[in-house]
């Protein structure tokens, strides 16, 4: 097993990673609302879902090594956590994807209902997402998991040393890449997967599970960069660029859905559903681009030379 020091150090990164990301979102809501942009607390959010998974990681990491004690945060915790993160980010690059396309749009008097339906329902969605953000960030549970998760990963006293300079211990460098192997293991099979998907809706529910993947294997080897070197950030930079282009996929399965629903209300309600019919169809073009985008950053990510350090 790892050496604690070997522990505490790659987990105490990423605990400063997540303080961090949550001390720049507190600075940014403590802000008027007129002297913050969408596009700022977007990109905020993004940075802390990111933290919260290298924090899951780290916790990996610690529990790999010792006993996990009763006050350290379990896994469901920080899944909670990166979910509904998650959440928020997606409802928000989804509302800048269907705003971009209909600023683009002739606009058209008849159907300037159906876009101030759509805009509404978008602008709905996003309020959802980020009022369940907020809530959840100003929490006493989430408060509850920070706490637990510094106490739990640093020694009390004192500074966590240097992760390159911690892994000298029996075994430390073995196993810290044998979970790194086993978290692309999962990815991989992930993305196997993917080509025996039944119809579209499986496609792109398990293509979201690729990038779930890939965002947890990327965050981990992030963290063991200090321990293996130059070859484990590659890998991690390669897998971040396919969970990105998934990210975007995701965006515009979220944006389907959405025309999908305000075009059967607009139905019901005798209005012309055109522009929802419209925007599906560059809304999918999107989409398939994205996919594309993704099979040639996998193609990339998934050679064995990417995967050599793991050895």
Avoid: K
Avoid at 14 to 20: E, F, H, K, S
Avoid at 109 to 120: K, S, Y
Avoid at 269 to 278: E, K, P, V, Y
């Amino acid at each position: 097993s790892p050496t604690p020091d070997v522990v505490r150090a790659a987990a105490a990164t990423g605990l400063t990673t997540l303080v961090a990301a949550d001390r720049t979102w507190r600075g940014l809501t403590a802000r008027q609302q007129s002297e913050r942009t969408p596009r700022e607390e977007t990109e905020a959010l993004t940075v802390l879902a990111d933290a919260a998974r290298r924090a899951q990681a780290a916790l990996t990491l610690h529990a790999a090594a010792q006993p996990v004690v009763s006050s350290a945060p379990t896994a469901d915790e920080l899944l909670w956590l990166t979910g509904l993160l998650d959440d928020a980010v997606r409802a928000r690059t989804t509302e800048t994807l269907l705003a971009e396309l209909l600023r683009a749009s002739p606009v058209d008097t008849i159907r300037d209902r159906a876009r101030e339906n759509l805009l509404a329902a978008l602008t709905q969605r996003v309020d959802a997402a980020s009022t369940t953000a907020s809530d959840a960030l100003t929490s006493q549970r989430y408060l509850d998991l920070l706490e637990a998760l510094e106490n739990a990963v640093t020694p009390t006293g004192d500074d966590p040393p240097s992760t390159a300079a911690s892994a000298r211990g029996p075994g430390a460098r073995t196993t810290l890449l044998r979970l790194a192997a086993a978290a692309d293991r999962r990815l991989v099979d992930d993305a196997e997967h993917v080509d025996v998907a039944l119809d579209q809706d499986s496609h792109d529910a398990l293509l979201d599970r690729v990038r779930h993947a890939a965002l947890s294997a990327a965050a981990l080897a992030a963290l063991l960069a200090d321990v293996v070197g130059a070859d484990s950030q590659a890998y991690a930079d390669d897998v971040s660029t396919a969970a990105h282009h998934l990210a975007r996929h995701a965006d515009t399965v979220g944006a389907r859905e959405l025309l999908e629903a305000q075009a059967l209300a607009a139905d019901a309600a005798g209005l012309s559903s055109f522009t929802h019919g419209r925007l599906h169809g560059q809304v999918s073009a999107t989409g398939e681009a994205e996919d594309a985008a993704y099979e040639r950053a996998w193609a990339s990510a998934s050679r064995p030379r990417r995967r050599r350090w793991m050895a």
